[in-house]
C-alpha cells in the first residue's frame, strides 16, 4: 500500500464539478486580479474569523509582510534611506522553530528576528521567555500556531500590552483553529493565512488573508497591499504589489464550504491515531493543550530514532515529513545575528525527534492502520 503525506487529488476529485463552472467564470470575466470573488472571499473569512476586516493577499508570507509594514515595522528603514538618523533596527520575537517565512519576514522588512525557545509538549512559543527578551527597540511578537494548534496567547497578549508591542499571529497553519473558544487570528494585531495547497484551506497556488479586529489597520493592510496607494496614483507611503488573484478567490469560496468537515476529519484521524499509539512507548503523540481546538494541518510524532523510523516507513510507502530540520537561529542566512547551536535547546530537540504523518480528511481507515502497523512494526524488530 501507499499511503502520501497528502492527497490534494482525492481533495480535487471531490470538488472538480463544483469548481470547474466557477473557474471558467472567472476566465470569461478577465477580471483576474482583485475581482469580485476577491471581496466575496474576504467577507466570508471575515465573517469566519469573528473580525472586522480582512484583506486577501498573494500569500501567507505576504500576510506576514504586509502586517509588518502597515504596523511600521522597519520604518527605521526609511529613515536610514534619506540620512536621518538610524536608530538601530527594530525587533520581533518569535519562535524558531517553525517554517522560514515567519522569521524570513521579520528580516526582509529590515527589522531582526529576535528567537525565544519553545514549548517541548506544544512546539508553540513559551510565553514565560518572551519578556526577558524584550529591549527598547522591541516592536512586535510574531507566535506561531504550529501544526494548527494556537500559541498561549493570553500570556503572550500580556507581554505585549505591557511594552506597547504588535501581536502579529502567523496563523498560516491555523484557520479555524480556537484558543479558548476565540478563532485563530482574531486574537493579536493581525491574524495570517496562507492558501499554500498544503495548509487545510489551499487555494489553487499561492494566496494568503491578514485579518484584523481594528477596521483602520484594516484600511491601511489593503492600501498596502496595492503600493501604499490612496487614492490610485497617489502615495503617502511605500507598499507593494502584495494582491490576491480573483481565480484563487473564486476556488477558495468553494474550498471554505467545506473546511470545518475537513477539520472534523483530520480531528477524527487524529483520535485514532493517538488511541492506536498509545501503547507504542517510542512514540509521543502530539498534545493539545485544554483550551485548544487544533485543526491538524500536521500530526506531528515525536519518535524515537526518528531517522531510522523515515527510512523505514519510506521504504513501506508511507508519506511523512520532517517539520523542521533546522530551528531558524542555526539557519546560515541569520548567522550574523549571532546565534548558535545549544541556544534554543527544546527548539533543537524538536527538529531532531520530530515527524509528520499522514493526516488529511480523506484518508481511508485501512490507510490509518497501515501508517500505524508500519511504525509499530519498525520498533517491533
Ligand atoms: C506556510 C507558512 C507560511 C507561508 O505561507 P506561504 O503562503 O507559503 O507564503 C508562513 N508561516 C508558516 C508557519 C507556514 O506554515
Keep these: 500500500m501507499n499511503v502520501p503525506l497528502l492527497d490534494l487529488k482525492a481533495q480535487y476529485a471531490s470538488l472538480k464539478d463544483e469548481m470547474m463552472p466557477i473557474i471558467s467564470d472567472v476566465m470569461d470575466s478577465q477580471y483576474l486580479i482583485n475581482g469580485p470573488a476577491v471581496k466575496d472571499l474576504?467577507?466570508?473569512?471575515?465573517?469566519?474569523?469573528?473580525?472586522?476586516?480582512?484583506?486577501?493577499?498573494?500569500?501567507?508570507?505576504?500576510?506576514?509582510?504586509?502586517?509588518?509594514?502597515?504596523?511600521?515595522?522597519?520604518?527605521?528603514?526609511?529613515?536610514?534611506?534619506?540620512?536621518?538618523?538610524?536608530?538601530?533596527?527594530?525587533?520581533?520575537?518569535?519562535?524558531?522553530?517553525?517554517?522560514?517565512?515567519?522569521?524570513?519576514?521579520?528580516?526582509?522588512?529590515?527589522?531582526?528576528?529576535?528567537?525565544?525557545?519553545i514549548d517541548p509538549v506544544t512546539f508553540n512559543m513559551a510565553p514565560a521567555q518572551i519578556e526577558a527578551a524584550v529591549t527598547e527597540n522591541t516592536k512586535a511578537i510574531m507566535p506561531v500556531h504550529l501544526f494548527g494548534q494556537c500559541a498561549d496567547m493570553d500570556p503572550i497578549l500580556d507581554v505585549a500590552g505591557k511594552h506597547n508591542l504588535a501581536v502579529i499571529?502567523?496563523?498560516?497553519?491555523?484557520?479555524?483553529?480556537?484558543?479558548?473558544?476565540?478563532?485563530?487570528?482574531?486574537?493579536?494585531t493581525t491574524g495570517c493565512f496562507s492558501f499554500f495547497p498544503?495548509?487545510?484551506?489551499?487555494?489553487?497556488?499561492?494566496g494568503g488573508m491578514?485579518?484584523?479586529?481594528?477596521?483602520?489597520?484594516?484600511?491601511?493592510?489593503?492600501?498596502?497591499?496595492?503600493?501604499?496607494?490612496?487614492?490610485?496614483?497617489?502615495?503617502?507611503?511605500?507598499?507593494?504589489?502584495?494582491?490576491?488573484?480573483?481565480?484563487?478567490?473564486?476556488?477558495l469560496i468553494v474550498k471554505l464550504?467545506?473546511?470545518?468537515?475537513?477539520?472534523?476529519?483530520?480531528?477524527?484521524?487524529?483520535?485514532?491515531?493517538?488511541k492506536l499509539f498509545a501503547e507504542v512507548d517510542e512514540v509521543t503523540t502530539?498534545?493539545?493543550?485544554?483550551?485548544?481546538?487544533?485543526?491538524?494541518n500536521q500530526y506531528v510524532i515525536r519518535a524515537a530514532r526518528r531517522d531510522e523510523l523515515q527510512?523505514?516507513?519510506?521504504?513501506?510507502?508511507?508519506?511523512?515529513?520532517?517539520?523542521?530540520?533546522?530551528?531558524?537561529?542555526e539557519q546560515e542566512c541569520f548567522a550574523g545575528l549571532?546565534?548558535?547551536?545549544?541556544?534554543f535547546p527544546a527548539s533543537e530537540a524538536a527538529a531532531a525527534e520530530t515527524l509528520a504523518l499522514p493526516v488529511y480528511p480523506e484518508m481511508t481507515g485501512e490507510q490509518l492502520q497501515y501508517v500505524v502497523d508500519q511504525v509499530k512494526a519498525f520498533y517491533a524488530c
Design 286 to 296: 502530539p498534545v493539545i493543550a485544554e483550551h485548544n481546538q487544533s485543526i491538524y
Design 210 to 251: 491578514v485579518v484584523t479586529q481594528d477596521a483602520d489597520l484594516g484600511e491601511k493592510l489593503r492600501q498596502c497591499r496595492n503600493h501604499g496607494s490612496k487614492p490610485k496614483y497617489f502615495h503617502k507611503w511605500v507598499g507593494g504589489n502584495f494582491r490576491l488573484d480573483t481565480i484563487q478567490a473564486a476556488g
Design 311 to 329: 527510512a523505514h516507513l519510506k521504504d513501506k510507502g508511507v508519506g511523512h515529513a520532517i517539520y523542521y530540520p533546522l530551528s531558524l537561529h
Design 338 to 343: 549571532g546565534y548558535k547551536r545549544g541556544d
Design 198 to 206: 498544503s495548509k487545510n484551506l489551499g487555494g489553487l497556488g499561492d
Design 257 to 274: 464550504k467545506y473546511l470545518d468537515s475537513w477539520h472534523e476529519g483530520r480531528r477524527a484521524n487524529a483520535a485514532t491515531y493517538d
Design 42 to 117: 474576504e467577507a466570508k473569512v471575515n465573517e469566519y474569523c469573528g473580525t472586522a476586516a480582512a484583506i486577501g493577499v498573494s500569500s501567507g508570507t505576504d500576510a506576514l509582510i504586509v502586517s509588518l509594514m502597515s504596523l511600521g515595522v522597519g520604518e527605521d528603514l526609511p529613515a536610514c534611506r534619506t540620512g536621518a538618523s538610524c536608530p538601530g533596527p527594530a525587533e520581533v520575537i518569535t519562535t524558531p522553530y517553525t517554517f522560514f517565512a515567519t522569521a524570513g519576514s521579520i528580516w526582509r522588512v529590515g527589522a531582526r528576528p529576535v528567537f525565544v525557545d
Design 169 to 188: 499571529e502567523d496563523a498560516a497553519q491555523a484557520i479555524g483553529a480556537t484558543y479558548k473558544g476565540k478563532p485563530a487570528g482574531s486574537l493579536g
